[in-house]
Antibody, heavy 123, light 107 residues
Framework: EVQLVESGGGLVQPGGSLRLSCEAS????????IAWVRQAPGKGLDWVAS???????YSKDSVKGRFTISRDISKNTVDLQMNSLRVEDTALYYC?????????????????WGQGTPVIVSS | ETILTQSPVTLSLSPGERASLACRAS??????LAWYQQRPGQAPRLLIY???NRATGIPDRFSGSGSGTDFILTITSLEADDFAVYYC?????????FGPGTRVDIK
C-alpha cells in the first residue's frame, strides 16, 4: 500500500528552525515526484516545494532561501528543512506524491497525501 | 503567478441535488487543472486531473470540464460523503497554485 507519514512538526519561536520528514512506504521516493503543501488554520491549501524524480527542486518565492526540500534515499524520506521561521509559516504541513495511474505518474498532481504534521511559530 | 478564483464560496444543497462549482484562472492554464475534495479533519484527495480525467476510484457522479481559464466541477446527485470543501489547482506554471475553495454544505 502506498502511504506517506509526516513527522517533525512542533512549536518553535520566530526565527527558529524545524526539519520535517515525510516517510514513504509502498514506493521509492527516488523514482517519484513529492511535494510539500501546507494549510494554515481554517485556510486553504498552499504549495510550498517539490522535488522531481530527477532531483530537481522548486519552491515558492516566500520560502526560498529559508526552506530546503531534499531526499534521503537510504531512509526513503523527503525532508523539508525550515529555517528563519515566521509566524505566517504556521500551518499543517502535508507531503504528497505525484499521482500515478496505469503506470504513468503525473508530476504536479497530488495523490496520495499524508495526514500532515503541525508547525506552530509563536513566541 | 496564476490566481485561481472559485465560486460560489459556499453552496448549500440537499442530498440528491446537482452541484456545479466554478474555477477561473487569471491566465490560461490549458487543461492543466485538477480538483480536490477535503472532508473535515482529513487530508485532501484528488478527484479530477487534466481538467476532465477522474482519478482512480472516484465515482462517476464527479465530472470536470473546461479549458483555458474557465472550469467546472459537477457532482450529480449529491451523497452524504460529498459535503466537503473543494479546491481547484493548476500546474501549468510556477508557482503551483490552489483556489480558495468552495464549501458544499447541507441545506
Amino acid at each position: 500500500e502506498v502511504q506517506l507519514v509526516e513527522s517533525g512538526g512542533g512549536l518553535v519561536q520566530p526565527g527558529g528552525s524545524l526539519r520535517l520528514s515525510c516517510e514513504a512506504s509502498g514506493f521509492t521516493v527516488s523514482n517519484n515526484y513529492i511535494a510539500w503543501v501546507r494549510q494554515a488554520p481554517g485556510k486553504g491549501l498552499d504549495w510550498v516545494a517539490s522535488v522531481y524524480s530527477s532531483g530537481s527542486t522548486y519552491s515558492k518565492d516566500s520560502v526560498k532561501g529559508r526552506f530546503t526540500i531534499s531526499r534521503d534515499i537510504s531512509k526513503n524520506t523527503v525532508d523539508l528543512q525550515m529555517n528563519s521561521l515566521r509566524v505566517e509559516d504556521t500551518a499543517l504541513y502535508y507531503c504528497a506524491r505525484g499521482y500515478c495511474s496505469g503506470g504513468t505518474c503525473h508530476a504536479g498532481w497530488f495523490d496520495p497525501w499524508g495526514q500532515g504534521t503541525p508547525v506552530i511559530v509563536s513566541s | 503567478e496564476t490566481i485561481l478564483t472559485q465560486s460560489p464560496v459556499t453552496l448549500s444543497l440537499s442530498p440528491g441535488e446537482r452541484a456545479s462549482l466554478a474555477c477561473r484562472a487569471s491566465q490560461s492554464v490549458g487543461n492543466s487543472l485538477a480538483w480536490y475534495q477535503q472532508r473535515p479533519g482529513q487530508a485532501p484527495r484528488l478527484l479530477i486531473y487534466d481538467a476532465s480525467n477522474r482519478a482512480t476510484g472516484i465515482p462517476d457522479r464527479f465530472s470536470g470540464s473546461g479549458s483555458g481559464t474557465d472550469f467546472i466541477l459537477t457532482i450529480t446527485s449529491l451523497e452524504a460523503d460529498d459535503f466537503a470543501v473543494y479546491y481547484c489547482q493548476q500546474r501549468d506554471s510556477w508557482p503551483l497554485t490552489f483556489g480558495p475553495g468552495t464549501r458544499v454544505d447541507i441545506k
